[in-house]
Nanobody, 123 residues
Framework: QVQLVESGGGSVQAGGSLRLSCAAS???????MAWFRQAPGKEREGVAY????????YYADSVKGRFTISQDNAKNTLYLQMNSLKPEETAMYYC?????????????????WGQGTQVTVSS
């Protein structure tokens, strides 16, 4: 069982930056870790994925070059650095985890979820 707790959300103006954190209750070695987001009235979508801090992370096209996913295994913490934020990226951001490799799978394959942290970007 992995418990995930996100933090770092808030309100920023367009073009601003935020860094989200996701603290895991146990080691996530051997897990895919991901950030998803869900805007009001829209489906939840994957933003960034990373496997155990190994190899290249994967980003949704809409965030490439602006968002960076990383993790500190010593702290069991996942991060999402978000730069040049846009108003349309206002959403609840969720951290998720699944055991094993193969991160680019439907969100239903992710077993563990945090409660989410709200990001609001104003124009």
């Amino acid at each position: 069982q992995v418990q995930l707790v996100e933090s770092g959300g808030g309100s920023v103006q367009a073009g601003g930056s935020l860094r989200l954190s996701c603290a895991a209750s146990t080691s996530t070695r051997g897990y895919c870790m991901a950030w998803f987001r869900q805007a009001p009235g829209k489906e939840r979508e994957g933003v960034a994925y990373i496997y155990n801090g190994i190899g290249s992370p994967y980003y949704a096209d809409s965030v490439k070059g602006r968002f960076t996913i990383s993790q500190d295994n010593a702290k069991n913490t996942l991060y999402l650095q978000m730069n040049s934020l846009k108003p349309e990226e206002t959403a609840m951001y969720y951290c998720a985890a699944k055991r094993g490799a193969g991160c680019l799978v439907p969100l239903t394959s992710y077993t563990y979820w945090g409660q989410g942290t709200q990001v609001t970007v104003s124009s």
